[in-house]
């Protein structure tokens, strides 16, 4: 059973960095299995914010990043505002079908 | 501007069927592939099923495997799922989200609706 992996939570001051990761059961996440990031607040349908490991879309905010990092996908918001506050989850491919993590709840503190 | 509206969810009893559709609105819609992805109430997000721009590849999530099937029509802009032999365990919000390129399996997910919620319970 494919199991994706994210950290089930995070605490992060304003302005602050952090990194989020996801990994595979696998073995090493690779841009073979296109990472992709999405943002969910509640009561809110997912936004996407990076897709194919590093691209982000029109209105990815330029804090948001996407990278490989130790084998795993990495999100890493740099200068975190409030509105940061979310969940967010990584998707990853395998073989015709996609997964995702379960998810990582970020705190503004 | 892009719009993706499910609809057909409910309340249904375990065993039986119901059939999701989602129109699309503000894209070229045979021009990418699309998902179906759902959420448990107070869970995370679930990919469930995806579909390429020409219908010639499809994929499911173990869990629906066998059990539900994608489908679209290009010329109706419109997205579906139809779900057999339904459990309670799917039980969730239901969202179609429009792929980023023609092929479900290497695009990610731009768009999203805002889901339509399917009860499974006797």
């Known amino acids: 059973q494919t199991v994706v992996t994210q950290e089930p939570s995070l605490t992060v001051s304003p302005g602050g960095t952090v990194t989020l990761t996801c990994g595979s059961n696998?073995?090493?996440?690779?841009?073979?299995?296109?990472p992709n990031w999405f943002q969910q607040k509640p009561g809110q349908a997912p936004r996407a914010l990076i897709y194919?490991?590093?691209n982000k879309h029109s209105w990815t905010p330029a804090r948001f990043s996407g990278s490989l990092l130790g084998g795993k996908a990495a999100l890493t918001l740099s200068g975190v505002q409030p509105e940061d506050e979310a969940d967010y989850y990584c998707?990853?491919?395998?073989?015709?079908?996609?997964?995702f993590g379960g998810g990582t709840k970020l705190t503004v503190l | 501007e892009v719009q993706l509206v499910e609809s057909g969810g409910g309340l249904v009893q375990p065993g039986r069927s119901l059939r999701l559709s989602c129109a699309a609105s503000?894209?070229?819609?045979?021009?990418?592939?699309m998902h179906w992805v759902r959420q448990a109430p107070g869970k995370g997000l679930e990919w469930v099923s995806g579909?390429?721009?020409?219908?010639?590849?499809?994929g499911y999530a173990d869990s629906v495997k066998g059990r539900f099937t994608i489908s679209r029509d290009n010329a109706k802009n419109s997205l579906y799922l139809q779900m057999n032999s339904l459990r309670t365990e799917d039980t969730a919000l239901y969202y179609c989200?429009?792929?980023?390129?023609?092929?479900?399996?290497?695009?990610?997910?731009?768009?999203w609706g805002q889901g339509t919620l399917v009860t499974v319970s006797s």
């Open positions: 194919s490991t590093t």
């Open positions: 503000g894209f070229t819609f045979g021009d990418y592939a």
């Open positions: 989200a429009k792929a980023t390129g023609y092929y479900y399996d290497s695009s990610g997910s731009d768009f």
């Open positions: 998707l990853l491919y395998y073989g015709g079908a996609r997964v």
């Open positions: 579909i390429s721009w020409s219908s010639g590849s499809t």
């Open positions: 696998t073995g090493a996440v690779t841009s073979g299995y296109y």
